[in-house]
């Protein structure tokens, strides 16, 4: 049976023929001589491997044909209509790059090459300006003459980035390397590049290239025909699952000694690396129980997804400590812990509070600590006595520390707070925080943060630990007490807990410190710069949003940028609006002109600030006869325009977003006064990050829709 090697422009499919396409390959990949396909050599061509084969009457497939290892292999280059194709294929040529090792294809053109544009003399070209020769370029790098040229002569990065745009794979990866300023050392050892002598077999030789790291951006080996059945139908927007940088796989596959932290902006990979690394974890050890969890359940939920569309035969565990993969949003990862917490669970509460809760499996009232100031005297001045004052004090200073006492908070160290407290000042939090308690006892409920804590406590009291391997993704929205759960759930050893994380994409919560919660990275901590979904355009924009904010990291570092992105597009479209009915109008404009185009409904989006607006949005759309809907907890729907606030909207992707954003309401900007200067700033801090995590959803356009 022959293997399937897909090229990434094969595998961006003209909808209309992706069904030909598939069964085309499914049979390709079962017997290569079966009646039908009429897998044929074409007559001077320039690669004797060349062949084409038959989709339907009209379009022909254009491969190679690699026998090695014992089968036979078919590179697909790509589908075209049948005279294109003939041509295309006489043209093209497999070879292995002498200088770098890596698999290349060349055109030869019956045409004359067009000259390389000549730089403007008073403008020294980007790549000069940065210390690069052409000689490194070729030499070192292996990039073909023609693309050197091109890049040699372009005035700045945005040239650059265009070049790179017509380039599929390492070529294009290594523009946007030189464009962001690397150097041509730091770039050989990222894309472990490395000049490989040929051998007798030619075959061998491009099979053997078409395994290295950096060809995995180009090339996959589709591994059945359900994996194959994904390329095909998910096409560019499931490129991510099949095609993967270099810089992303060593952290699927390389073992650490302890923890390990990764960081790096919106759609730098994150999520893919964690998603292929609890594949390579289960296919390392099939008994290994592996932990993936997040904040959100429908971060959760998106995460298993994922899981399922790289590969259905990784085991998701239904049940912590049971063998697979268990996919779980950390507070239901906190239930599941109490649920099954048998005799611990009383000593634990006792240790965290003081005190036992009848109903430990009830959470909270979301409005209690509201609730408590309202209705207990205190002498604290408004920015003491808020709700988000004192939620963050409880979460990041009394329960990690287990205080159940006055005595004990008057005594505690508080690193990190923003708010200094005299010996009064402290005696009057403890009083709310006593009577938050207190009302907490009656109902016998523990809070979200409470949950964790006991969990984790409860955890420290039993002989074994139910996970060998925790995976987290967004790691900067969690609690000090999730922390200290993700700790207790794994013991200490290699490849135990593995972090993504970005500060500027913390929405929720206060920041933390790992090291003050039992998590010592001590080094283990790597950054991704490469952007592979949002165009620079996109991306400049949203890095925009964040300019001038002081964004700290997991470790206490200060939060870098430098992200570049492989993709160009149009500028995103920004407008000031000065009614609720122009934004409606603006947003209903917007959304049929991509319909009309062809877009597809479920790749175009509209976010918002919250769901009273969402609902509107809603309501507008289908008054105009655009099928919408409100998404909350539910996936995106198929064939339906999604609604989306930014909140929800985290962990989504689509081609085309509205971004609506609309002034603070007064009460949120009463909120805002009310808080301590730390506080707000935070709070402040936030609120850009969510405009940015907004923006970072848009693949292709973006418009920014700005009330106020």
Do not use: C
């Amino acid at each position: 049976m022959p293997t399937i090697i897909m090229g990434k422009l094969a595998s961006k499919i003209d909808g209309s023929i992706r069904g030909k396409a598939m069964t085309f390959l499914q049979k390709l990949s079962t017997d290569d001589t079966a009646l039908g396909l009429h897998v044929e050599p074409i007559h001077n061509s320039v690669d004797p491997r060349v062949r084409t084969g038959r989709v339907d009457d009209f379009w022909r497939a254009v491969m190679f044909r690699l026998d090695g290892d014992g089968e036979t292999h078919y590179v697909i280059h790509g589908i075209w209509p049948h005279d294109d194709a003939i041509t295309i294929a006489r043209r093209v040529r497999l070879k292995v790059n002498p200088v770098n090792g890596l698999p290349q294809i060349d055109e030869v053109s019956s045409t004359p090459v067009s000259e390389a544009p000549t730089a403007l003399p008073s403008v020294a070209p980007l790549l000069t300006r940065l210390g690069h020769d052409r000689a490194d370029l070729i030499e070192t790098l292996g990039l073909p003459d023609v693309v050197v040229d091109r890049a040699m002569v372009a005035a700045d990065e945005d040239a650059v980035l265009e070049l790179a745009q017509h380039h599929e794979g390492w070529v294009g990866t290594i523009l946007v390397d030189l464009a962001a300023g690397d150097s041509v050392d730091a770039i050989v050892a990222r894309m472990q590049l490395e000049k490989t002598d040929p051998s007798s077999d030619a075959d061998a030789d491009v099979l053997q290239s078409l395994k290295r790291p950096a060809a995995a951006l180009q090339y996959a080996f589709i591994d059945g025909q359900e994996e194959l059945r994904r390329v095909i139908e998910d096409g560019d927007f499931g490129a991510w699952r099949i095609f993967v940088h270099p810089e992303q796989r060593r952290y699927v596959d390389r073992t650490y000694k302890g923890p390990f932290r990764l960081s790096g902006g919106a759609g730098t990979g994150k999520t893919v690396v964690l998603v292929h690394r609890a594949r390579a974890l289960a296919q390392r050890d099939s008994e290994a129980r592996i932990l993936l969890t997040t904040f959100t359940t429908n971060l959760a939920e998106a995460l298993g997804d994922s899981l399922t569309q790289l590969d259905p035969r990784v085991p998701q565990a239904r049940g912590l400590g049971q063998a697979g993969v268990y996919v779980s949003g950390v507070d239901a990862l906190a239930a599941a812990v109490l649920r099954s917490a048998g005799g611990s669970l009383v000593a634990a509460m006792r240790d965290v509070l003081g005190e036992e809760r009848s109903a430990p499996l009830v959470r909270t009232s979301s409005t209690r600590w509201r609730e408590t100031i309202e209705s207990t005297g205190t002498t604290l001045n408004q920015e003491l006595a808020n709700e988000t004052f004192l939620a963050t004090e409880y979460a990041h200073v009394v329960l990690p520390n287990k205080i159940y006492d006055e005595t004990a908070y008057l005594r505690v160290r508080r690193p990190g707070r923003g708010v200094a407290l005299d010996r009064a000042r402290r005696s009057a939090v403890w009083a709310l925080i006593a009577a938050y308690r207190a009302q907490s006892r009656i109902d016998g409920s523990l809070d979200f943060t409470e949950a964790a804590a006991v969990a984790a406590a409860s955890l420290g009291m039993q002989s074994k630990r139910p996970v060998d391997h925790v995976l987290v993704d967004e790691g900067q929205d969690l609690s000090p007490a999730h922390w200290q759960l993700l700790r207790a759930l794994v013991d200490e050893h290699p490849d135990d807990l593995f972090i993504a994380e970005d500060s500027h994409q913390r929405i929720y919560g206060s920041r933390v410190v790992l090291g003050r919660y039992g998590v010592a990275i001590v080094g283990r901590s790597q950054r991704l710069t490469l952007n592979y979904r949002t165009t620079a355009q996109n991306l400049q924009y949203a890095m925009s949003i964040l300019d001038g904010g002081g964004y700290v990291d997991l470790e206490e570092e200060s939060e870098v940028t430098g992200y570049r992105s492989a993709r160009t597009g149009p500028v995103p479209i920004v407008k000031a609006i000065d009614s609720l009915a122009n934004e409606l109008q603006l947003i209903v404009k917007h959304i049929r002109a991509w319909l009309e185009a062809g877009g597809s409904p479920e790749t175009i989006a509209v976010l918002v600030q919250d769901r009273f607006h969402r609902d509107r949005v809603v309501t507008a759309l289908t008054e105009h006869g655009i099928d919408a809907r409100a998404v909350d907890r539910d996936r995106p729907p198929v064939g339906r325009v999604p609604v989306l606030t930014m909140h929800r909207a985290k962990g989504t992707e689509f081609s085309k977003v509205v971004l609506a954003v609309g002034k603070p309401s007064a009460a949120e900007l009463a909120r805002l006064e009310s808080l301590d200067a730390s506080e707000r700033a935070d709070a402040e801090l936030r609120a850009r990050s969510l405009r940015y995590v907004a923006a970072t959803r848009a693949r292709d356009e973006l418009v920014v829709l700005s009330r106020g």
